[in-house]
């Protein structure tokens, strides 16, 4: 039978037994250390996590901005408290002292205003962090509020102080008289530095959020102008004149126009940029419209998709797109040429000149039928007709969208003989004067009573002083420029095509639509009648007047739908007594 026995290992038998046993011991503290450093982190792990779940995806319980308490708000309900709150504070004006002088800054003027959105980013960025979440548990943070500051809108408003308390700089520039160049020389001034008053004026406004106001003292300093006056000579004396040596020649594609000097120099001027460097500036928009008449060589107009009535029906025709010269592109374009002593053409920059009414938009516009139509009579071939006839054909085919406003004024602008406008008389403080388009009245006239039975909006119409006998008493509309004006709205979700005719006695106009409503009129019969004077007048200007009665008449628009009246509207009119002139 074996005997087996286990033998001490060689690092045992090296060791006395009495070091065995402090191994032994020593060994179970480390043992305990370990499991008790485990278990700390576990509780500590599931506590975070616990933490972390009771401070959820809003902001931390506890954070307050300016004393506004947003914790454990959403996001969004955060900015909207953020906003009720502190917004009244943020709209305060700021108090400050200038060179000694008290000052008050509007801080929206200034560009200033409370970021709630990125104050609350700001709460919700480090809500995990170990930090965040001890002080949603077991007390409360402080967030500092978030400033959006407009550069461009501060310096603005600190250059409106300037302007009362320190010394403006007047920047030097080269301008012309006729073609020739003179100098404006530059001068130094003194006011706020934009930079240095930012940080100052800023921790006023966070302090005004926090409802705790102060008045930061802000001192003047000298302020240079960009360029000094030997280089505001030096341009006046060479690039400046080359600018207006020879004209400049605007092209696209193979078209030209030669624009003279005496032409650009009223719109041309060389003044330094940011960096101090003086160069050429043209005011594009006004040179643009300066040369409006000679740019319309190189343009093309856009065309609007119109409806051709054939056969009873309105026929779309497509709207094709055009090109003008960019105005604002214009300017710098132009401002490189001028630099040039020869070689002075420029490709005149273009955009995509877009019509009115689209192909697209006119297919939904519900266009498909007569909703009104309304026709006035007058004798053959007086002056006036020419302008009868001449503003229905400018207007003829002309859509007015859904929701626009159609002015008369507006559209067509003031009459002139250069669109075949003509003198004729027309009624000017109770009295027949000739003007220009004069007659033009009965347009308006038969327009209002088509916008009247089109059961369409009417915003503005002023009836003739005198009652003139072959309008319809109470529905007439007269219209001079710029004042009085006749406007209708298109209240409608449909548009409405203009379609006018006329003979050598009588005048049209008929609207295309979806039709909405059928009209009744009613008059009341003529009340407060009033006889007229005779007077005699003389000179050359005189025009007779015939004399008629004055009254007043009620006239009502009936709305009906599917034969039951759905409303009414009440138009009243006085007419002034006219008095009967004979011109010696």
Not at 70 to 98: K, N
Not at 143 to 156: G, L
Request: proline content about 8%.
């Amino acid at each position: 039978m074996a005997v087996h026995t286990t033998r001490p290992s060689s690092e045992d038998t090296a060791k006395p037994p009495a070091a065995r046993i402090v191994l032994a011991v020593r060994s179970r503290p480390r043992r305990a250390l370990i499991l008790s450093v485990a278990a700390l982190v576990i509780v500590t792990v599931a506590g975070y996590g616990g933490a972390v779940a009771y401070t959820g995806d809003d902001v931390p319980r506890g954070t307050e901005v300016s004393g506004v308490d947003i914790g454990g708000l959403s996001e969004r309900s955060a900015v909207a408290r953020l906003d009720r709150r502190l917004g009244p504070r943020a709209a305060q004006p700021l108090h400050l002292r200038v060179q000694g002088r008290d000052v008050t800054l509007d801080p929206a003027k200034a560009g200033l205003s409370l970021d709630s959105r990125a104050t609350v980013d700001a709460a919700l960025e480090d809500r995990f962090r170990f930090t965040s979440v001890f002080s949603a548990v077991f007390g409360g943070r402080e967030i500092t509020p978030q400033v959006r500051m407009d550069e461009t809108r501060f310096t603005a408003a600190l250059g409106q102080i300037d302007k009362r308390i320190g010394t403006p700089v007047r920047e030097g520039a080269v301008k012309f008289r006729g073609t020739t160049p003179e100098t404006v020389l530059p001068q130094p001034g003194a006011g706020l530095d934009a930079r240095a008053a930012a940080a100052p004026i800023k921790a006023a406004f966070l302090a005004a959020l926090k409802g705790k106001p102060t008045t930061p003292e802000l001192r003047t300093s000298p302020l240079r102008p960009k360029a000094d006056a030997d280089e505001i000579r030096r341009v006046a004396a060479g690039p400046a004149r080359v600018a207006v040596s020879g004209p400049v020649t605007l092209a696209v594609d193979g078209k030209r126009i030669t624009v003279e000097p005496r032409s650009f120099a009223p719109h041309l001027v060389f003044a330094p940029d940011g960096s101090g460097k003086v160069s050429p500036r043209v005011d594009g928009p006004g040179l643009a419209r300066n040369l409006k008449t000679r740019l319309r060589a190189l343009e093309r107009p856009a065309r609007d998709a119109e409806f051709k009535v054939r056969s009873g029906r309105p026929r779309l025709v497509p709207s094709v797109d055009g090109r003008r010269v960019d105005s604002r592109a214009f300017g710098d374009a132009f401002a490189g040429a001028v630099l040039r002593p020869q070689g002075r053409e420029v490709t005149a920059p273009m955009t995509v000149d877009r019509p009115r009414v689209t192909t697209d938009a006119a297919r939904t516009m519900g266009i498909k039928q007569k909703i009104s139509s309304f026709t006035t009579r007058h004798p053959c071939c007086a002056p006036r007709v020419k302008n009868i006839h001449t503003i229905a054909e400018i207007l003829d085919g002309y859509i007015v969208r859904p929701g626009e406003t159609f002015s008369l004024n507006g559209i067509v602008g003031k009459r002139d003989k250069a669109r075949g406008f003509v003198e004729a008389p027309m009624i000017l403080n109770g009295r027949y004067v000739d003007d220009v388009g004069g007659g033009i009245s009965q347009f308006a006239t038969t327009m209002f009573n088509a916008v009247f039975f089109g059961g369409l909006q009417d915003v503005q119409h002023t009836p003739h002083s005198y009652y003139i006998s072959r309008y319809p008493a109470g529905r007439e509309s007269t219209v001079s420029f710029p004042q009085p004006d006749f406007r209708w709205r298109n209240d409608s979700p449909y548009g409405v095509l203009v379609d006018t005719a006329y003979t050598d006695t009588s005048l049209t106009v008929s609207f295309w639509s979806t039709k909405r409503y059928d009209i009744e009129s009613k008059s009341s019969e003529k009340y407060a009648i009033k006889s007229f004077e005779s007077e005699t007048e003389s000179g050359p200007k005189c025009i007779p007047m015939p004399g008629a009665e004055g009254f007043k008449i009620d006239v009502w628009r009936i709305f009906r739908q599917n034969g039951k009246e759905v409303r009414r509207q009440k138009f009243h009119t006085t007419y002034e007594a006219e008095p009967r002139v004979t011109c010696r």
